[in-house]
């Protein structure tokens, strides 16, 4: 296809705001995918994916158009939609996939209006230059104020309403006109065809049968069947089984030109060797210069992931290599926790990240899993010039410390305005400190503050979603690292330090951690036949204690707390016929002590 009848693009909106069933509009108005064949949320083909209602992996389809008016008229076009990761987590994958379009569609709720992620997306488009078409969608629902929306979106991008395109995803009402707008409005790729091929690769998925398919967009040159190429960063060279488009379904071609977007299949079983933001060239006659724009993906979350039955060790070794190969950004390594077992140290990008690896492990490899309270990486500089990574809380250095370095974000708080009062006290106890606050319209508010990931990591966004009735929309993205006063807090079990509880926290909270951390545990574990003193330290300092008091018979009674629903779930899961006691020291803890332990709330 000529790059002048090739129109590349994504959308781009807040969670929920429907970028899933527009897609799937636009499949079956372009004849896609059959009617009868039609299932919601076509693209998203991971079944955890369907089940959360959330896009994890990018995805391109090719959707012939033929415009029906304007200088296009009667030309059928090849429109390539690019699906993007709608989360903060994965903002490296949304990058990558913005930056193989000229054109966006930035989607907004109509009857919610903008929200963080609508705004986060937004800056990121705008930093890749894009066309920007603003949409309102779900126009069909009784609840929508078009016009209220309509004035803060032109507001917001500096156009006007009525460039403002009204459609429901679900009706399919509107999203004609937009197909056309997308045609008359995003520029056509430009690249040189006579140049050395590069393409940049903006996904990489494993699949059981093909090995490794990689997702590209050509940006000069060409590539084509049984070619040898070469990955530009990884310094692989690979030779071309299969080059091909997806349409919804993956097919064969014979090769992929100037600004066509496309797989690749080389029987590389391993995303690592494909990875999202490398450059694809020619072996024969290979590009001199890279596309910008590469990035290793860094873990920013960490957290310890232990089999709750010791023997399943090898088994989550062997899903965690698996998950790894579909996977680039998850990293692990062997841990042994005095009170967990063996395990594994895991990195994830974010929060949800953790989630759905965990997820994963429990649901497609049948593993039950304790995951230890997730934490940052710190940098530990020490008197003696000695430098740490501490991506483990109870591998904090005891000896003379000369200062700690913590990963800090930016964050964006979007709310009604009745919220600001309760949001801003939130984040002042989280160590935030603004940045600067706007008005999006009378009653919608933007608050954006620079504060430590570790204060987000321990469940900020529940408490801002409580905080504000559910209404709080939250992004961030990583800034510089900053020099914090933070010190390690141990617990002690009977005098014994219990690792998994060791937690890195500001020294001003450090007190109501220990207590916190101490009355917690005095509920969970079951009195013995000795008193057990519970205490919190920090170093050799006592700073909070409690008993639980020694008792003759009736080892196995019960009092263990859990109201939130993963608890429940685990302990409900643990009460199958097996009852597990760890020893520390001489105290004997049932798991699910440790379990809801750790589990934050
Ligand atoms: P993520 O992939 O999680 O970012 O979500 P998404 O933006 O893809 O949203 P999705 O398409 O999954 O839609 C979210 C919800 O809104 C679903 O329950 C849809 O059925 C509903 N929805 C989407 N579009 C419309 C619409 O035009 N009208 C109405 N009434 N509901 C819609």
Redesign the pocket.
């Known amino acids: 296809t000529p790059p002048a009848l090739i129109r590349n693009f994504c959308i781009i909106?807040?969670?929920?705001?429907?970028?899933?069933?527009?897609?799937?509009r636009m499949l079956q108005m372009t004849g896609v995918v059959e009617e009868r064949l039609m299932r919601?949320?076509y693209l998203?083909r991971m079944d955890l994916e369907r089940e959360r209602?959330?896009?994890i992996k990018s995805q391109a389809v090719r959707l012939p158009f033929t415009p029906s008016a304007g200088p296009d008229a009667g030309t059928t076009h090849v429109l390539n939609l690019i699906d993007t990761p709608?989360h903060v987590d994965f903002s490296y994958e949304v990058s990558r996939s913005l930056a193989a379009c000229e054109g966006t569609i930035l989607?907004v709720d109509a009857a919610q209006g903008i929200e963080a992620q609508t705004l986060a997306n937004l800056y990121l488009a705008l930093d890749h230059d894009l066309q920007i078409i603003p949409v309102l969608?779900?126009?069909?629902?009784p609840a929508a104020q078009p016009d209220k929306y309509a004035a803060e979106l032109a507001h917001l991008i500096g156009c006007d309403t009525g460039d403002i395109l009204r459609?429901?995803?679900?009706?399919g009402e509107g999203v004609a006109e937009l197909l056309e707008r997308v045609v008359s409005e995003v520029p056509p790729p430009v690249g040189d065809a006579d140049a050395p091929a590069r393409a940049m690769i903006f996904d990489s998925v494993y699949d059981t049968y093909r090995g490794v398919v990689t997702y590209v967009r050509v940006v000069d040159g060409a590539l084509a069947s049984r070619e040898r190429i070469f990955m530009m960063s990884t310094k692989a060279t690979h030779e071309l089984l299969e080059i091909g488009v997806i349409s919804p379904e993956m097919k064969p071609v014979a090769g992929l030109g100037v600004g066509e977007v496309g797989y690749l299949i080389t029987g590389v079983k391993d995303v690592r060797q494909s990875k999202v933001g490398d450059t694809v060239t020619l072996n024969a006659r290979p590009a001199t210069e890279p596309l910008p724009g590469y990035r290793e993906p860094k873990p920013m979350v960490f957290s310890g992931l232990y089999p709750l039955d010791g023997s399943q060790y090898s088994d989550l070794r062997d899903a965690l290599d698996k998950l790894k190969l579909n996977d680039a950004s998850l990293t692990y390594e062997p841990e042994t926790s005095g009170a967990l077992g063996f395990g594994f140290r895991c990195g994830f990008l974010g929060l949800l990240h953790l989630e759905i690896i965990r997820e994963r492990l429990e649901r497609e490899f049948g593993l039950e899993l304790i995951s230890t309270a997730p934490n940052v990486i710190y940098d530990v500089l020490m008197e003696d010039g000695q430098r740490h990574a501490v991506m483990n809380p109870s591998e904090f250095p005891t000896g003379k410390i000369a200062s700690v370095r913590e990963p800090m974000v930016r964050a964006t708080v979007l709310a009604p305005s009745e919220f600001v009062g309760a949001i801003m006290e939130l984040c002042q106890s989280r160590r935030g400190s603004m940045r600067g606050m706007d008005y999006l319209s009378e009653d919608r508010v933007e608050l954006r503050y620079t504060m430590p990931l570790s204060e987000i990591v321990f469940d900020f966004f529940d408490a801002l979603k409580s905080r504000t009735r559910g209404y709080a929309s939250l992004d961030y993205e990583p800034t510089d690292d900053a020099e914090a006063d933070l010190v390690k807090v141990d617990i002690l079990l009977n005098g014994d330090p219990v690792d998994a509880f060791s937690a890195i926290v500001h020294k001003d909270k450090a007190y109501s951690y220990g207590v916190a951390m101490a009355s917690k545990l005095k509920e969970l574990i079951p009195r013995q036949q000795f008193e057990v003193p519970i205490q919190a330290a920090v170093g050799s300092r006592i700073i909070a204690r409690e008993n639980i008091r020694a008792i003759r018979k009736d080892v196995l009674a019960k009092c263990y707390g859990g109201d939130i629903t993963r608890k429940r779930k685990l302990i409900e899961r643990q009460k199958e016929g097996k009852r597990r006691m760890k020893t520390v020291g001489r105290v004997e803890v049932p798991q699910e002590a440790f379990i809801a332990a750790l589990s934050s709330d």
């Open positions: 909106a807040h969670i929920d705001h429907g970028k899933s069933t527009l897609a799937d919601d949320q998203d209602g959330i896009t709608g989607l969608n779900k126009i069909d629902l459609v429901s995803g679900k009706t």
